[in-house]
């Protein structure tokens, strides 16, 4: 069964530095992993995902992200946090044995101190 | 750049009626979703449709949940003899021709409230 865990409810940074939000994963074959990002009483922004190749991956608004097959793991990265980075994240992920459904992590609160 | 819209983006139903939940994916997409978030919890996949049929589907949901593309255009879920645990925000997503489960776009989501 696919699972993934977000092991921080928050994690706060200042602004400038360097952020890391934590994600690892479970699934049957391969992994097709993504980060979302939710701001207050919106839906769910798209930033970035994991397919196939490379295993860093850049997004939008200056994310990245490593997939680490070893350490089944797929952190969200930013090397300079803004205040406006605030907002949820969600990891989820879905494997390629077939069929649509993504599984989300619990989410992880990142609150950017200026 | 095009967007997945839902409506209402607030419903308030009492308990015991249905609801219907609206979306309009985008224009070329060719699979539709529905996904759920309770109040700042994890989201939670609900149904994935494809070619006018139910592709895959969660405990969740069972029989008191229904899908439907009526006219080609909406997308749209119905909850029959709603129930105070449905509160939660619902999340409709597309997905283009080749990216089914890999490329979605999600809607602003419609928060629906039993009472």
């Known amino acids: 069964a696919q699972s993934v865990a977000q092991p921080e409810d928050q994690v706060n940074v200042a602004e400038g530095n360097p952020l890391t939000v934590k994600c690892t994963y479970s699934v049957s074959g391969n992994p097709y992993l993504f980060w979302y990002v939710q701001y207050p009483n919106r839906g769910l922004q798209f930033l970035l995902k994991?397919?196939?190749?490379?295993?860093l991956v850049k997004g939008s608004y200056g994310f990245e992200a490593e997939f680490n097959k070893s350490q089944t793991s797929f952190h969200l990265k930013k090397p300079s946090a803004l205040v406006s980075d605030s907002a949820l994240y969600f990891c989820?992920?879905?494997?390629?044995?077939?069929?649509?459904?993504?599984?989300f992590g619990a989410g992880t609160r990142l609150f950017v101190k200026a | 750049e095009p967007e997945v819209t839902q409506t209402p983006s607030h419903q308030v139903t009492q308990m015991g009626q249905e609801v219907i939940l609206r979306c309009v994916p985008i224009s070329n997409h060719l699979y539709f979703y529905w996904y759920r978030q309770i109040l700042g919890q994890k989201v939670e996949f609900l149904v994935s449709f494809y070619n006018n049929e139910i592709s895959e589907k969660s405990e969740i949901f069972d029989d008191q949940f229904s899908v439907e593309r009526p006219d080609g255009s909406n997308f749209t879920l119905k909850i029959r003899s709603t129930k105070l645990e449905d509160s939660a925000m619902y999340f409709c997503?597309?997905?283009?021709?080749?990216?089914?489960?890999?490329?979605?776009?999600f809607g602003s989501g419609t928060r629906l409230t039993v009472v």
């Open positions: 994991y397919i196939t190749g490379d295993n």
């Open positions: 989820a992920v879905r494997d390629d044995t077939g069929g649509f459904k993504t599984i």
């Open positions: 997503a597309s997905s283009a021709p080749g990216q089914a489960g890999i490329g979605y776009t």
